[in-house]
């Protein structure tokens, strides 16, 4: 992860990887493998009709879970694309677009991330290969290792040994 997210900040770019998916038009595969998922259900908040505004996110009322609070999934295939996040496989397949992605919230040293999509529940990603995945999205989102906000480039555990090999 280290070693992409100096890449990234450098002007480079992942490589993408042969699919396992079928993927559209101009999209790219650059990984798959299994996480944990957890989603977030509410009592007073119904996912499926949200907007982003300044200051936050604002959801409608009227929900349709008993109790708030993180849900496990279970351990999941994830593959990761230039253009979406898909999450189980077969008939149980959910694919996640990018163009719909409102958030995104590292958290590396756990090897998490907190997933806000437009109209569907806010999904917490947990595995060793999450806070890489993070990093692949950031590139193709926003160009850089990590969302705007988190993490700056200098404060990069890698940037610190990297230059006293130097």
């Known amino acids: ?6 890449l990234v900040q450098r002007g480079g770019h992942p490589a993408p990887v042969r699919p396992t998916v079928a993927l559209g038009a101009d999209e790219e595969q650059y990984g798959a493998f299994l996480v944990d998922v ?3 259900h509410s ?18 009322g009227s929900g349709t879970a008993a109790r708030s609070g993180w849900r496990g999934e279970g351990r999941q295939a994830a593959t990761i694309t230039s253009q979406r996040l898909l999450l189980g496989e077969g008939d149980r397949q959910r694919a996640y677009d990018f163009r719909s992605l409102i958030l995104i919230q590292p958290n590396p040293l756990d090897w998490s991330a907190n997933l806000y999509f437009q109209g569907a529940q806010p999904l917490m990603l947990r595995g060793p290969w999450v806070p890489w995945m993070t990093v692949v999205m950031s590139a193709e989102l926003y160009g850089t290792p990590w969302p705007p906000g988190h993490l700056p480039d200098t404060e990069l555990p ?7 090999a130097r």
Do not use: Q
């Open 1 to 6: 992860m280290s070693l992409l997210a100096r």
């Open 38 to 40: 957890l989603a977030y």
């Open 43 to 60: 009592a007073d908040v119904d996912y499926s009709s949200s907007i982003f505004a300044s200051g936050g996110l604002f959801f409608t």
């Open 158 to 164: 890698i940037k610190a040994s990297c230059e006293k």
